[in-house]
Nanobody, 124 residues
Framework: VQLQASGGGLVQAGGSQGLSCAASGRSFSTYAVGWFRQALGKEREFVAV???????FYANAVKDRFTISRDNAKTTVYLQMNSLKPDDAAVYYC???????????????????WGRGTLVTVSS
C-alpha cells in the first residue's frame, strides 16, 4: 500500500487542523493505520492509531484533543486536531500495518508502510 499524508499548514494556537492519509492499494480495510509526528530536533513519536475494526488509541499528549477516524470506502484515515498547541508543531506521518494486531501499536516498527509527512506549524 502507498500512503500520502496531506492537510498540513499554519494554524494559530488554539485552532484546529485536519489531516488526511490517503491510501492506494487493495484491502485497505484490513490495515491498521497510525499517525506519528516528528518535531525539529526531536525523535519521532506516536500520536494515534486506528485498528482495522475501528478501535482507537492515542498518545497522552493528544488525548481529548485529537481524533483519528477512517473511511474505508475512500481508503482514507483522518486526524482531526483541535486546541492545537505550539508543541504540536511537527511533520506528521501516517503509517500502516496489515499483519496481526499486537500491543506494540505505539512503536514505529509495528508498521510496515510509511507515507511522506505533512508539516503542521502552530503559531503562538
Amino acid at each position: 500500500v502507498q500512503l500520502q499524508a496531506s492537510g498540513g499548514g499554519l494554524v494559530q494556537a488554539g485552532g484546529s487542523q485536519g489531516l488526511s492519509c490517503a491510501a492506494s492499494g487493495r484491502s485497505f480495510s484490513t490495515y491498521a493505520v497510525g499517525w506519528f509526528r516528528q518535531a525539529l530536533g526531536k525523535e519521532r513519536e506516536f500520536v494515534a492509531v486506528i485498528s482495522r475494526s475501528g478501535n482507537t488509541f492515542y498518545a497522552n499528549a493528544v488525548k481529548d484533543r485529537f481524533t483519528i477516524s477512517r473511511d474505508n470506502a475512500k481508503t482514507t484515515v483522518y486526524l482531526q486536531m483541535n486546541s492545537l498547541k505550539p508543541d504540536d508543531a511537527a511533520v506528521y506521518y501516517c503509517a500502516a500495518r496489515n499483519r496481526a494486531w499486537n500491543g506494540n501499536w505505539y512503536q514505529s516498527d509495528f508498521y510496515d508502510y510509511w507515507g511522506r509527512g505533512t508539516l503542521v506549524t502552530v503559531s503562538s
